[in-house]
Every structure is written in C-alpha cells, then in structure tokens.
C-alpha cells in the first residue's frame, strides 16, 4: 500500500485567505494529480505535476511538486466559495491510483 | 478523455438485501476500479475489474460480498450483497484514461447508498 497522507483533514476559512493543503508519501510516484470533489459528484482533476520541482498554476490555485515526487502542495490565493469541496492528491503506480487522505475544504462568504 | 455514467445515483435499502450498481463508459477500457467512500473522506480500492477475469479483490473486500461482472469493455457492474448499515457509504466507479490522459482517473457520479 502506497499511502498519501494529507494535511490539514479539514479546514474552513473566511473568503479571501490564502491556503496551502500538504500531500505526503514516502513512495515515489512518477506523477501526481490533485482532484476536486463536489458533493453528489465524483471526484474531477484540477491537475497533474509530473517533473520534480515542477510548479503548475490554475487562475488562484497553485501546485508543486517535490523535488523528491514524493510530496505535493496546493495553495490557494483568495479563496472563494465556490472552492469549497474535498481536495484529493493522487499518485499513480502501476495501473493503480492512490488516493490522498482527503481535505475538505469550506470557505465561508 | 472518458464519461461514465452510473446508476442510481442514490438508494435507500432495507438489511438482507443486495443493491446493483451499474457503470457505463462512453469508450473502451480494459481495466474499471470500484471504490468505496465516507462522504468528505478518501477512497477506498474495492476492486479491479477486468474484461473476460475475475476481479482483483482490495484486502479487506470479498466476492461473496461484492460481485462484480465485467461483460465486456464499456459496462461493469457492483453488487452489494447482504448489506448492513456498515454498507451505507459513497460507492464510485472509475476508469483510467488512454493516451494522453493516462495519468488521470475519470469518475462516475457515486451512489450513495443508505442501509436501514
């Protein structure tokens, strides 16, 4: 079992701030995504870091990959109501995905 | 990329008995996964579904509970049999992407599912 661990489980904030969601493993992984899930839907992919190091940016949300592809990292700039939803890393291997612990995020209007 | 569509989306279900979850895909894959989920936590890998095999049961999962059928590269299905309250959860079908979309996961809508 390759476990992606990430933190914080739960986090609610006030719209406007800045957050950052960890994702942890000590598995390599050659890419890693991170998805979006809204409730009564199933998860959707906001995006996937394949190169250590590497930095992707979607409009406020930020995402990089560690130099190591073991860890990842989320922020957010601004935070809006409409990001609100469950934020799940990913990594695959194999023919398998591996899913993060989950962060379910509430911003507040 | 893929579209899946799954049904019902929602069910209540009475103990002792079995729910059959359907899901479709709009293209071929070889391999479809079934998974678990508590609302607002992870998944949890039930399955591996393959075309023509039997399925690659998770530790912890088992076939006399949930049988699955493959029939052919675009359908499977999952059954949830005999189920107890302990079943009520968010139950997703999942395939992998081809070709250029090979590192993401394409998901159905998830039934959720409540056992009373």
């Known amino acids: 079992t390759q476990l992606l661990e990430q933190s914080p489980q739960f986090l609610s904030i006030q719209e406007g701030e800045n957050l950052t969601v960890y994702c942890n493993s000590s598995?390599?992984?050659?890419?890693l995504q991170w998805y979006r899930q809204e409730p009564g839907e199933g998860p959707v992919l906001l995006v996937t870091?394949?190169?250590?190091?590497e930095v992707k940016k979607l409009k406020r949300l930020t995402f990089q990959f560690g130099d190591a592809r073991k860890d990842s990292s989320l922020h957010i700039t601004a935070a809006q109501p409409g990001d609100t939803g469950l934020y799940l890393c990913?990594?695959?291997?194999?023919?398998?995905?591996?899913f993060g612990t989950g962060t379910s995020l509430t911003v507040i209007p | 990329s893929a579209v899946i569509s799954q049904k019902p989306s929602r069910d209540i279900c009475q103990r002792g008995t079995s729910l059959t979850i359907q899901c479709q895909v709009d293209?071929?894959?070889?391999?479809m996964f079934w998974y678990r989920q508590q609302p607002g936590q992870s998944l949890t890998l039930i399955a591996t579904?393959?075309?023509?095999?039997?399925?690659?049961?998770e530790s912890g999962f088992v076939i006399d509970k949930f049988p699955i059928s493959r029939p052919n590269l675009t359908f499977s299905t999952l059954t949830v049999s005999n189920m107890s309250p302990e079943d009520s959860s968010i139950y997703l079908c999942?395939?992998?992407?081809?070709?250029?979309?090979?590192?993401?996961?394409?998901f159905g809508q998830g039934t959720r599912l409540t056992v009373v």
């Open positions: 999942s395939v992998r992407g081809t070709g250029a979309s090979n590192t993401e996961a394409f």
């Open positions: 598995s390599v992984f050659s890419s």
């Open positions: 870091v394949v190169t250590g190091g």
């Open positions: 990913a990594g695959a291997a194999g023919n398998q995905f591996y």
């Open positions: 293209s071929q894959v070889t391999m």
């Open positions: 579904a393959n075309q023509g095999s039997e399925a690659t049961y």
